[in-house]
Every structure is written in structure tokens, then in C-alpha cells.
């Protein structure tokens, strides 16, 4: 009984290898696939001290930021209360319209501070505790030893862009409401303009006497087409007003228009009360503000440049700065991370009192350039994308002189 029971054991094992071996084809574009994923894996060249370095970087990161702008926060209480209770700022308004858009802007605008307090901070903890010294003693280089750093870095700067170029803008603008309405109330933001004239179109050039942005309504329009350097179409309205409501955009209304055509020497008019019409301009192209350049996303900011630049303005300095300074202060990170990481890698007998000091100077001095730089391009005529580098550019050449004197 027992030698049945063992051969048909047997024959089922060999009945297995059997199709297992006629089937081996069919399963290697699973191992390939298998393996392939495992290459495309970002994790993979994630050891356990790059974990280790990484969660410290970031720790300290959010910590210094919650750290420096809880003071901050403090301060500006101090400072404001007094004009938040004479203007009867509502508590809701001041928690969530006015701070709850101040954390992310400063905390974003000072982001290569903090970044740089970080690296410095604990950087200097783990070459003061020698665990540096073991980590390049088990052969590790440090160029090896700056992966984790890059990484953190890297998810930094995702992280500032993204803050920078799609959520801050947004928060911007109830920022600036509330300050007009309860902080700043002598300085009410400015929604009125006059004698306005822009070329809206190829050879169509638009003119308001008054424009009144509360109600989205321009007095005294005129429009004008040109072909050739030859009027051919005048149009004239008491009233034009935006339409906030309609699915398209530049969709106006003018009320009490008057149209003449001229064809050479024979003359077209035509009259009515209401007419609705498409003009290629948007109330956001009559108003112009302090700091409204801040108030645009990244893609609005882009499309606004494009067309004030098709319309020949020259007004679009401060939105080209801003938008290229988005850009570029996103390679802060990386460069201040190398600075830092080289200049506090190295135990020594004072600490990283030096360090720290070194650190904080550049640091400071690097968002002072940055502010210098946007402000020649604006008043000195510097082209806004060298004005938005300069401060990386001058700082690489940093970063390559101190990683050359880091501990290796």
C-alpha cells in the first residue's frame, strides 16, 4: 500500500517538472517584465542610510520652518492686532484668508534659508558624533554620501514649485484682499483706470476713457481696425461692459454703440442700443496693480507675458522676472544643500558654531542677490532671465569650491 502511495507520488512530481519545463518559455516575459520593473524602480537605490539621512534632512526641514514662522507668526500679531481690531477684521478672516495664506507664501519665499539650517543643523550633529567618520571609513565617498542630500533636495524643490507656481498665487490674491480691507485700509487696491489704450488684435487698437474694475465696466470706448495704415472700421460706445457669466471668454457687451465702415471714399453707420461683441482683452489687461505679477499661476503668467508682448507692451519686465524666478529658485536647493553638506561634513573641536555662521551668511547673501538682481532688471534694463540666474550661476562656482574642500 505504502509503495502505490510512493510511486504515484513520484509519477505526480515527474508529471509537474514535465509541464514545467514545456512551459518555461511562456514564463520569461514575466521575469523580464519583473526585472525590468525592478530597474525602473526609483526606490532601489534608496540603501537604508540614505533613509536614514533623508528622513533627518526632511525633519529638520519642517522643523526649522515651523520653528521660524511660528515666531514670525508672533511678531506679526504683535504688529497688526491693533489694526485688525480699528478695522473689525473678523477672526475667520484673520486665521484663514490672512494667515493660513502668510505660512505657505514666507515659508516658500525663504525656503533656501531653511534648507540651508537644516543641512547645516544636522550635518554638523552626525560629523560631531563621528557617525561621518564610520560612514566614509566603510568606504563610502562623499560624493556617495551626497545622494541622500540630492534627494531630499529634489523633493524640496518639487514641492516649492508646485507651492510657487499653482497654490501660493491663488492664496495671494485673498492675501491681498484682506490686507486692502482690514490692514492696509488707506490703500484700498485699485480698481479704477482711465485713458486706457491697447492694441487688442493685429491692427485693432481699443481705447476707454474710464474703467470701472468693481463692475467690470468701461465708459467712452472706442475701437479701431487698421489694414494697411488705413482705417477701415471705427466703432464707438457710451457703456461696454465684461460678461463674468458667459462661457467664452472676452465676450463684451456695448451699450449705445455706433460702427463705421469705410470702403474708400463711401462710408458705412450703423447704430443700435445693445450689441455683443468679442474683444481680445480681459479686465486683468485695464488694471494694473503693485505685486499682481504675484498673483498669477505659472501657465496664466506665461499666457499674460505672450500676449502683452504681441500687443507690444513693454510693461511685462516684472511678470518675466517673476515667472523665470520661479523657475530658478527651485536649483536653490540644490546648491545650497551642496554648500552646507561640505562646509559642516567635517568634524570639528568648536562645533558648527563656524559652520552655522558661514552657512546663515551665504544663505542671506544669496536672497539678497536675488532681490538686487530682480531689481536691475526691472529699473536697469538687465534681461529678466540672466536677473533671475545670476544668483545660482554666481553660486555653482560656490558649491564646486566647497565640494572640492569637503572631507573625502
Request: aromatic residues 14%; charged residues 20%.
Amino acid at each position: 500500500m505504502k509503495i502505490n502511495k510512493i510511486r504515484k507520488h513520484h509519477h505526480l512530481l515527474h508529471h509537474i517538472r514535465t509541464i514545467r519545463r514545456k512551459t518555461r518559455w511562456m514564463r520569461w516575459p514575466f521575469v523580464w517584465l519583473y526585472r525590468l520593473l525592478r530597474w525602473l524602480n526609483p526606490f532601489r537605490m534608496i540603501k537604508l542610510i540614505d533613509g536614514y539621512i533623508i528622513r533627518k534632512f526632511i525633519g529638520t526641514y519642517f522643523y526649522s520652518i515651523i520653528l521660524i514662522i511660528s515666531i514670525s507668526i508672533v511678531f506679526d500679531i504683535n504688529e497688526n492686532l491693533a489694526k485688525f481690531t480699528a478695522n473689525n477684521a473678523p477672526m475667520r478672516a484673520i486665521v484663514f484668508d490672512y494667515y493660513a495664506n502668510f505660512v505657505p507664501y514666507f515659508a516658500n519665499l525663504f525656503s533656501p534659508l531653511f534648507v540651508f539650517i537644516a543641512v547645516i543643523f544636522f550635518t554638523s550633529k552626525l560629523a560631531g558624533n563621528s557617525e561621518v567618520i564610520a560612514m566614509m571609513a566603510c568606504g563610502m565617498s562623499f560624493k556617495r554620501l551626497l545622494r541622500p542630500y540630492m534627494i531630499s533636495a529634489a523633493l524640496i524643490s518639487v514641492l516649492n514649485f508646485y507651492l510657487g507656481s499653482y497654490v501660493i498665487p491663488k492664496g495671494t490674491i485673498v492675501k491681498h484682499d484682506f490686507e486692502a480691507q482690514y490692514k492696509n485700509s488707506k490703500n484700498k487696491k485699485n480698481t479704477m483706470a482711465s485713458n486706457v489704450q491697447l492694441q487688442v488684435d493685429k491692427g485693432v487698437i481699443a481705447y476707454i476713457s474710464r474703467y470701472d474694475d468693481t463692475r467690470k465696466t468701461g465708459y467712452g470706448f472706442s475701437l479701431d481696425k487698421f489694414e494697411k495704415k488705413k482705417l477701415v472700421s471705427h466703432m464707438t460706445a457710451n457703456v461696454i461692459q465684461y460678461d463674468t457669466i458667459s462661457d467664452s471668454r472676452y465676450h463684451w457687451k456695448a451699450v449705445n454703440y455706433k460702427i463705421r465702415e469705410l470702403k474708400g471714399l463711401r462710408e458705412h453707420i450703423s447704430t443700435g442700443m445693445e450689441l455683443d461683441t468679442m474683444i481680445m482683452m480681459e479686465p486683468m489687461d485695464l488694471i494694473f496693480s503693485k505685486g499682481q505679477q504675484e498673483t498669477f499661476t505659472s501657465p496664466e503668467l506665461k499666457r499674460y507675458i505672450s500676449k502683452q508682448k504681441d500687443r507690444g507692451s513693454s510693461n511685462v519686465v516684472q511678470y518675466e522676472v517673476e515667472y523665470h524666478k520661479r523657475i530658478a529658485s527651485c536649483f536653490a536647493s540644490f546648491i545650497l544643500t551642496v554648500i552646507g553638506a561640505s562646509l559642516s561634513a567635517r568634524k570639528r573641536k568648536g562645533g558648527m558654531g563656524l559652520a552655522l555662521g558661514v552657512g546663515l551668511a551665504l544663505s542671506f547673501s544669496y536672497i539678497l542677490l536675488q532681490t538686487v538682481s530682480s531689481t536691475f532688471a526691472i529699473n536697469a534694463g538687465t534681461p529678466p532671465m540672466l536677473a533671475a540666474w545670476i544668483p545660482n550661476l554666481l553660486y555653482v562656482f560656490i558649491a564646486y569650491y566647497c565640494y572640492k574642500k569637503a572631507p573625502n
